[in-house]
């Protein structure tokens, strides 16, 4: 899945096939082959270089292989209740595997693809119906929420800049983290993505040349807060009780 979502974040924003052709060399063209394409340990076997050119890949590659299967593993010591495999483990796999991937297109061409962010609300949606976790109208009011609150500051924004300010990408990938979490999780992952994306954002702006003129993408920090949610739901509620007592649990 890790090596997948390589392929889709490379491929996707070129408008290329994410199946066909395999893997093959972007320097020298050559196909990679199979004892070469091993997630993780090929890039750190070959020292991050084509067998055959030379030309260097990114670590990157490697460490979005680790990071899906670090997320896995926390998904399944988390959700799973001894079973190989249930309801929860199905979907937060597939959430956080997705959200990995958005996150780096975000970062190398920032977009948040409509075929990622659209179908998460719609599957979401569809899951809710099944889900321990929440109710559908807590996956609808989070698709609300969610899409809504950023829908709103990206207009007050505008209004005060007459500018773009928020992509519709961000109003999208918030509905769907709010499909998927429901609206509970919304001011959590609102507070923390903000927080997050604004440290790094100061620190950019006085260690670049961009000042204050800088454009980071929001995605990333957006993800992030989703999964900090998912696997400390307790702090995030009790952080909710902080803010709005009357919605947190008795
Ligand atoms: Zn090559």
């Known amino acids: 899945m890790g ?16 199946v066909r052709p395999r893997s093959y060399c972007y320097s020298c063209k050559e196909l990679i082959r199979w004892y070469d394409n091993i997630p993780i340990l090929s890039w750190f076997i070959l020292r991050g270089k084509c067998r055959s050119c030379q030309a260097s890949y990114s670590f990157r590659y490697p460490l979005v292989e680790f990071l899906t299967a670090l997320l896995f593993c926390l998904v399944y010591m988390r959700f799973s209740e001894g079973k190989i495999i249930n309801l929860r483990v199905f979907e937060y796999i597939f959430f956080v595997w997705a959200l990995v991937v958005v996150s780096m297109i975000d970062f190398d061409h920032m977009i948040l693809p409509d075929v990622f962010t659209l179908s998460g609300i719609v599957v979401g949606l569809v899951f809710s119906i099944f889900s321990p976790d929440r109710s559908f109208w807590e996956a609808f009011g989070g698709v609300l929420f969610g899409g809504g609150i950023f829908w709103l500051i ?34 959590f992952v609102v507070l923390s993505s903000s927080i997050l994306g604004s440290v790094v954002g ?34 995030g509620m009790s952080f909710l009780n902080i803010f709005f007592p009357s919605l947190g649990p008795e």
């Open 3 to 18: 090596s997948f979502g390589n392929v889709i974040i490379l491929r996707l924003p070129k408008g290329e096939s994410v």
């Open 154 to 187: 990206s207009y007050m924004y505008y209004i005060w800049r007459g500018e773009d300010g928020i992509g519709g990408g961000d109003i999208k990938l918030s509905a769907w983290i709010g499909a998927v979490l429901g609206w509970k999780a919304i001011p």
């Open 202 to 235: 100061l620190i950019l702006v006085f260690k670049t040349k961009a000042g204050w003129k800088l454009k980071i993408p929001y995605g990333p920090y957006l993800a992030l807060g989703a999964v900090l949610y998912l696997f400390c739901e307790e702090f």
